[in-house]
């Protein structure tokens, strides 16, 4: 059997899917240790909306060194409709593809007043006939802004449900259709924050700290990493 890999990281074999028990146990482990609020800072559904947009193909720590300098100048559709994409680039210049997202930002706050009132749409069209909203912008928002139990599949999504044995897939419209159904119902709502964060802070793309990790006797990922030499106790 093949080890394989892509840019999400190394997926390992495949040994077959994670027998239910061990699913359900799987993310009792995560929703005990992990708080699932998003990295990202916002006080608003718009503001949030924003952030997501620019979050594509970028860190949330840089999102975030760009917003807590763009939303105190606009953080409405109507301020920064006004600001336009140039009155938008400045603030986001630090942000991967900041031409494309100022233009989207300052369109789709336009779209906003034209369409919805300045309202962040609850439907899933109407998010996705944004510019720059796609199908993981809008489950992030579904999501956490409306507390719909979507799952919002990234990179680490897809890599920790690959590894670990939840999912076999190529694509993260393949990985959210099979944790739709794999993830336990009592750990929907949150099941995208658990697995995006594990995957950030523990199941890392190219090392993954699997000495350390709650799942290391469920997860069916064939090469885990040993406990270094030098690490602090596990807590
Ligand atoms: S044991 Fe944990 S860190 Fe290692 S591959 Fe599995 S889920 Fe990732």
């Given at each position: 059997m093949a080890t394989e890999r892509s840019a999400a990281g190394d997926v390992g074999r495949w040994f077959g899917p994670l027998a239910t028990p061990a699913v359900n146990a799987l993310f009792d482990h995560l929703a005990h240790r992990i708080d699932p609020k998003s990295d990202l800072v916002f006080a608003s559904t718009f503001e949030l909306l924003v952030a997501v947009v620019l979050s594509a193909q970028a860190t949330d720590r840089s999102v975030n060194a760009a917003t807590a300098k763009l939303f105190p100048v606009a953080n409405t559709p109507a301020a920064l409709a006004a600001l336009g994409a140039e009155g938008i680039l400045p603030f986001i210049r630090t942000v991967g593809l900041a031409p494309t997202k100022s233009r989207n930002v300052a369109r789709l706050s336009q779209l906003l007043i034209e369409r919805h009132g300045g309202q962040v749409p609850r439907d899933r069209e109407s998010l996705e006939a944004l510019p720059g909203v796609g199908r993981k912008t809008a489950n992030v928002v579904l999501n956490v802004a409306f507390g719909e139990p979507t799952i919002a599949v990234d990179t680490h999504v897809h890599?920790?449900?690959?590894?670990?044995?939840?999912?076999?897939?190529?694509?993260?419209?393949?990985?959210?259709?099979?944790?739709?159904?794999?993830?336990?119902?009592?750990?929907?709502?949150?099941?995208?924050?658990?697995?995006?964060?594990?995957?950030?802070?523990t199941c890392l793309a190219r090392k993954p700290e699997c000495w350390r990790c709650p799942l290391l006797k469920l997860c069916r990922f064939s090469a885990k990493t040993p406990r270094p030499p030098t690490a602090d106790p596990v807590g």
């Amino acid at each position: 059997m093949a080890t394989e890999r892509s840019a999400a990281g190394d997926v390992g074999r495949w040994f077959g899917p994670l027998a239910t028990p061990a699913v359900n146990a799987l993310f009792d482990h995560l929703a005990h240790r992990i708080d699932p609020k998003s990295d990202l800072v916002f006080a608003s559904t718009f503001e949030l909306l924003v952030a997501v947009v620019l979050s594509a193909q970028a860190t949330d720590r840089s999102v975030n060194a760009a917003t807590a300098k763009l939303f105190p100048v606009a953080n409405t559709p109507a301020a920064l409709a006004a600001l336009g994409a140039e009155g938008i680039l400045p603030f986001i210049r630090t942000v991967g593809l900041a031409p494309t997202k100022s233009r989207n930002v300052a369109r789709l706050s336009q779209l906003l007043i034209e369409r919805h009132g300045g309202q962040v749409p609850r439907d899933r069209e109407s998010l996705e006939a944004l510019p720059g909203v796609g199908r993981k912008t809008a489950n992030v928002v579904l999501n956490v802004a409306f507390g719909e139990p979507t799952i919002a599949v990234d990179t680490h999504v897809h890599r920790v449900a690959n590894r670990t044995g939840l999912a076999k897939t190529t694509t993260p419209e393949q990985t959210e259709r099979v944790l739709l159904v794999r993830v336990p119902p009592r750990h929907l709502l949150h099941a995208h924050h658990y697995l995006i964060l594990h995957g950030r802070y523990t199941c890392l793309a190219r090392k993954p700290e699997c000495w350390r990790c709650p799942l290391l006797k469920l997860c069916r990922f064939s090469a885990k990493t040993p406990r270094p030499p030098t690490a602090d106790p596990v807590g």
